[in-house]
């Protein structure tokens, strides 16, 4: 894969994220939210006039919801069902031995991103040794009874929810034992076909449009270098704590290095070791980012990385502590020591990057909201996250006067929101502030600038809509931005935005088909900008 690296420019272009209409999508999509579902309607109804109310009460009512999972994908909410190991996250204060799990929670791909939903289990989980007391599912309905044009149909769709014992028996099928280890193989075929009307960085997958005055031409991609392969690892718990459960995840995909797109490399995601139980979790390897967990549902690679969404993988050293304080607060602690990763501008600037002699430190504290016990909840989820870090930095010639070991920071402040506002409709989002952010896929992937030698700083974030019209039908709409200060910047990229929709059909457990358009909008010092509209089609088949 190309170099990450920053486009050369001369002048200073005065721009900020106040210019931008990006209010007026943000006000539409409320609007849009407002009118898809009644139960919102019903909750608004008093400050609502009265002839709006009664122009949206005829929506259809909720429909049985099949759960989401990581947005990059196009599966139930962008989830990527994979009959796994991957389940429902480890939560205190779970009911009876009657729980029952969600069929398509038995779906979830343990490839996703961890954290990308409060209930998303930790990878490594082995589902032989589930207790009910040691983990929650996110709620879902059962279907109602019929009430909406084609209910019937709705309700003779396969019953949703399987008992533990259920579980245990499909998951045995699914897995191998090596002694007293449980090994369980997951993958999927990921295939893409791309068509925009300027190019992008990097085509099959975008982070920023390209300048016209580079790439004014038009795109096209056929890509698979996404298909993934990976490694759920299930090992006995300790004699002396048989409460406690041990672990281990290794995964890979080929968005490696490439000299030709059809000979890619392949690329070391995530391999890590943990220890968990119902009150905390130890890991140790690499994995993703415990900040910013969230993920907008776009079909996309890295989805909104670049253009607002923070986040990637690193080895780390992570500490997590559960506090169930009632049946509706749980209190999430979490902190990591990580490895400091570089991102160097282009060698022509002669300007070089070293890891500070420290690690980067993240935390997060999260606080889920409302009744968890029932399967029809939907608690929210509010979490606020940061990291700190340093870096030094060599300016050498024929820069103007040469340094070595400059050292300047990387932080950031954060924001998630997750609430899933009926079985059938959902809103997330996240916000971030912070200083040289490439590592974590912030301020347009740009660390220091030349001139000023300042790190760069930068604001964004993103929300995202998900609605189901049938369980096997579902919908995300969403905006993302990153936009980093002008002042501080003598050359680079300092704008960057999309807007995208796209749907997405399940035509079986394993196999989906979906199709996106987004609209991207990235903007340059020195350099004309340049605007693109995308068209994705994706199809992916799971294991």
């Not at 791309?194 to 056929?222: I, K, M, N, P, Q």
């Not at 300790?238 to 995909?253: C, H, M, S």
């Not at 415990?290 to 050293?317: D, E």
């Not at 870090?389 to 070595?404: T, V």
Request: proline letters at 8%; charged letters at 20%; aromatic letters at 14%.
């Amino acid at each position: 894969m190309a170099a990450l690296d920053p486009l050369p420019c001369k002048t200073v272009r005065t721009f900020s994220i106040s210019d931008r209409p990006w209010w007026k999508f943000v006000a539409a999509s409320l609007a849009v939210v407002c009118s898809l579902d009644p139960w919102v309607l019903g909750q608004t109804g008093k400050i609502i006039p009265s002839f709006v109310s009664g122009r949206l009460s005829s929506a259809a009512p909720p429909a049985q919801n099949i759960e989401p999972e990581f947005g990059n994908a196009v599966f139930p909410h962008g989830a990527e069902p994979l009959p796994s190991a991957s389940v429902v996250a480890p939560l205190p204060a779970v009911p009876s031995s009657t729980q029952l799990w969600s069929r398509s929670e038995i779906a979830v791909d343990p490839a996703a991103p961890q954290g990308t939903h409060p209930h998303v289990a930790p990878a490594g989980t082995s589902p032989a040794n589930l207790s009910p007391t040691q983990w929650m599912v996110q709620p879902q309905s059962p279907i109602a009874e019929p009430r909406w044009e084609g209910a019937a149909e709705a309700a003779a769709y396969e019953s949703p929810y399987v008992t533990r014992e259920e579980l245990q028996q499909q998951m045995q099928g699914l897995s191998w034992r090596k002694g007293a280890f449980q090994i369980t193989p997951y993958g999927r075929i990921t295939v893409s076909g791309v068509y925009e009307t300027e190019r992008t960085y990097l085509g099959d997958f975008a982070l920023w449009v390209e300048s016209r005055d580079v790439h004014g031409e038009s795109g096209f991609f056929f890509d698979a270098k996404s298909t993934r392969l990976g490694l759920d690892i299930a090992g006995p718990s300790p004699e002396q704590r048989p409460d406690i459960k041990l672990g281990g995840k290794v995964e890979l995909d080929f968005q490696g290095e490439w000299v030709l797109k059809n000979k890619s490399g392949v690329l070391f995601r995530q391999a890590y070791i943990e220890a968990k139980n119902e009150e905390w979790r130890v890991l140790f390897g690499q994995a993703w980012d415990l900040m910013s967990p969230l993920y907008p549902g776009m079909l996309n690679y890295v989805p909104g990385s670049g253009v607002g969404n923070l986040g990637y993988r690193r080895a780390q050293l992570r500490l997590e502590r559960y506090f169930d304080l009632s049946e509706s607060l749980l209190v999430t602690a979490q902190w990591s020591a990580n490895s400091n990763i570089i991102i160097n501008p282009p060698a022509s600037t002669n300007v070089v990057g070293t890891e500070g002699g420290w690690p980067d430190f993240q935390g997060r504290i999260a606080f889920t909201i409302g009744d968890r016990q029932a399967p029809e909840c939907r608690p929210i989820t509010l979490g606020f996250s940061g990291h700190i870090g340093e870096q030094y930095w060599d300016f050498r010639p024929p820069n103007p006067d040469p340094i070595s070991n400059l050292s300047r920071k990387t932080w950031s402040f954060n924001v998630d929101f997750d609430w899933p506002i009926t079985d059938r409709l959902g809103f997330q989002c996240e916000f971030f502030t912070g200083e040289n952010l490439a590592a974590y896929m912030g301020g347009i992937l740009q660390t220091i600038d030349r001139g000023t030698r300042a790190p760069v700083l930068s604001n964004g974030g993103w929300f995202d809509v998900r609605f189901d019209c049938t369980p096997q039908w579902h919908w995300h709409a969403g905006f993302s931005i990153d936009d980093p200060l002008n002042r501080r910047m003598t050359s680079g990229r300092n704008y960057n935005h999309v807007y995208y929709f796209n749907t997405v059909y399940d035509f079986t457990k394993q196999f989906n088909l979906g199709f996106e358009v987004s609209f991207w909008e990235t903007h340059y010092i020195g350099l004309a900008p340049g605007e693109t509209a995308r068209f994705e089609l994706q199809a992916k088949y799971a294991f």
